[in-house]
């Protein structure tokens, strides 16, 4: 791209966030459009398939559909005869479904004789200009490009009206703590507070803007940002690099913002946010009045008690990338449930095996709106948990529809550790609350790492160095007697006890280059020299 073309980019990128953050969703517009969305999801649905899909044979969804022989009439009967989500029960019980695998071009999409090679760049929107790239996170690669648009964003904003309405955080003084690109996650979650009305203040990241390894165009992308901010004239936050594991200059934002308004809301990764109160609580500072949205990671029990323990009030919410806030929390919910943002998408699941023998129900999504960044029917993202449709808790969410519950959400892909069967529950059990109770700390002080860059898998233990003392034989005992309450950890037990395959380390957690601390988390192997010839 030359510097004329960048230029001409970076002022249609400024119009853009100028007008999204000039003219926020209001309240009243934000409830109304998603009870009359959810209403005519049927509708909706049909619609986004005549406008995103039957236009455009060569699409991935077009030619599916075409393979299992279902043609624009057979959808709209069974949309008819068996409404939206039966419609897509049936679709995927004849083969109209896509496996994350096939979605990352990792294996063709093979339906009786016929295969389809895709991947990820063919379920882009193809009647929606993107205004700028992205990838994702990456926890476990190195991210898929991704676009997204300001009309996509705008319509998070809805959801971030509501949130905030829920909260009691509407016009509080707001902070989002996510990483700068590679990741889309903190400038998207930036524009989306905007458009919901609750323009941040700051904007803290787990990595610095100039990350090595990051490419040299993404970190010229991340050091334009305040230029950008400038020229749109938005009053949006520059990031501000704040590692995980030194919450601090977010602590005192928080207590600033208490003392100023006695009200503050940041989103955040859910680790990042119970370090943030894990460190307040050990100083005795008291953050009653702040609302976390912790999201981007399992939000679990032992996260949320730790989180809870400062004073905060914590919204969980479920989300992944490009489509961003697929789901959240309510108040009348347990841990670990939420509602899914029905107007915006629906879901089903699909039992399979997700690759170590354990069957599962995989998540599968269909995008409604227009303007969602990718075409998606009956997709996996890599995740499986817990549905259960039409279900009214009794709060305000429920009062708009939104009435499709998910719970205890994993990924499929996070659950084989060194070759042996584990289910990924057991990781983040472990880690938040076994060794903590044993041996001290809490939350985000413990993590597995699995390494084989010496040729043998080796799982080490990571312990925080201001743990305290931990007797390391002990801790190896601990992990095996956890391990072994699981059925999937039997065999896990013998390699895991005796043999040296595990070892404890004192050492800060590895952090993923989009920020994220995972229970479990695998070196990239090292590359080695092709021998000569």
Known sequence: MSNLQMARRAVGVARGLRRLTRDPVQLAEARATVQREVSERPQRFLAMLDQLVWPFPDSPTARLLGLVGAERGDVARLVDEHGLVGALERLRDAGAYVAYEELQGRRP??????????????FFNPVVDADYMATTGGSRSGGTPVELSFAWQRRQGVQRAIQHDLAGTAGAPTAVWLPVFP???????????????????RWFSQIPVDLEGIAAHKQVANRAIPALNALART????????PTADPEPVVRWMLDALERTGRAAIAAYATSVTAAARWAVDRGIDLTGVVAFPASEPVTAGKLAAIRASGMRALSTYAFVPEGTMAMSCPAMGDEEYHVWDQDQAVV?????????????ALCWTSLAIEAPRVLLNVEN??????????????PLGDLGLRTHLAHIRGMSKVVAAGISIDGT??????????????????????????????????????RPDVGAVDEAAAVDVVRRAIEADEFGVLAS?????DGHVRVVRSEPVVSRAGKQLAYERLAPAVRPSPAS
């Open 109 to 122: 999409i093979v339906r009786g004789s016929a295969s389809l090679d895709v991947g990820p760049s063919d």
């Open 183 to 201: 990741s889309a996650a903190g400038y998207g979650a930036v524009m989306k507070q905007a458009a919901g009305g609750n323009r941040p203040e």
């Open 235 to 242: 009053g949006l936050p520059s990031p501000e690099h704040v």
């Open 349 to 361: 699941t699909r039992r399979r095996d997700r690759g170590d023998g354990t069957e599962v129900d």
């Open 382 to 395: 890599d995740d499986f948990g817990e549905l259960a449709h039409d279900v009214d808790c009794g709060c």
């Open 426 to 463: 057991t990781f983040d059990r472990l880690c938040e609350e076994v060794l903590p109770a044993r041996f001290g700390g809490g939350p985000g002080d413990y993590q597995f790492v699995e390494d084989d860059s010496s040729g043998t898998t080796v799982i080490e233990l990571r312990v």
């Open 494 to 498: 013998s390699v895991w006890g005796d």
